[in-house]
């Protein structure tokens, strides 16, 4: 009888340690954070590129212009003197952002979002990509990199007067509706 009692309590806590062992949360427990994604923060301006040109953002009249990626899929976006808050997208390194009706597309990765601009959304004419703006996020390799690669490409008028004239023909006419002419 008592080899049959020793044996059923053994069998009782054998049974209690698996049930510990194997249940879910139990009290004391605390729930998983959620993970918050790693490129949200302040993005500032760093370049654009037009074709072979590569400005910085006061030569061509953005200075201090930055974007602010917030958790609730909204950004604050800055052209450096009117600030408005406009929704954004993330899939994967798909970027994408919503302002004044236009849908604008670019990659997010590294600390940076590059985005791009096509001719009709710049008051040109056609669909293809012709400006690429580079934000990087505050702060970041990435920030220090884009710089260093802007003052090795010298001012815009130093670039443009390193073209051929059948180079910087095309390019004038090419850019000539965003530059208002």
Request: hydrophobic share 40%; with cysteine.
């Amino acid at each position: 009888m008592k080899k049959r009692s020793l044996l059923a309590l053994l069998l009782a806590g054998l049974l209690a340690l698996a049930l510990t062992a194997c249940g879910g949360s139990g009290a004391g427990e605390e729930p998983a954070a959620e993970e918050v994604p790693d490129y949200l923060g302040t993005y500032n301006l760093v370049s654009i590129k037009m074709g072979p040109i590569l400005v910085t953002p006061e030569e061509f009249g953005y200075a201090g212009a930055y974007m602010e990626l917030k958790e609730d899929g909204k950004l604050t976006f800055s052209d450096g003197s009117d600030t408005e808050e406009v929704p954004y997208t993330v899939d994967g390194t798909a970027f994408s952002m919503e302002e004044n009706g236009n849908t604008m597309t670019g990659t997010i990765q590294d600390g940076c979002v590059e985005l791009g601009f096509t001719g009709a959304m710049l008051d040109a004419e056609g669909d293809d990509v012709i400006m690429t703006m580079a934000f990087a996020k505050e702060g970041s390799a990435q920030e220090t990199a884009l710089k260093e690669e802007l003052e090795a490409a010298g001012s815009m008028d130093d670039q443009m007067e390193a073209m051929s004239m059948e180079e910087l023909s095309a390019f004038v006419e090419e850019y000539s509706a965003i530059f208002g002419g």
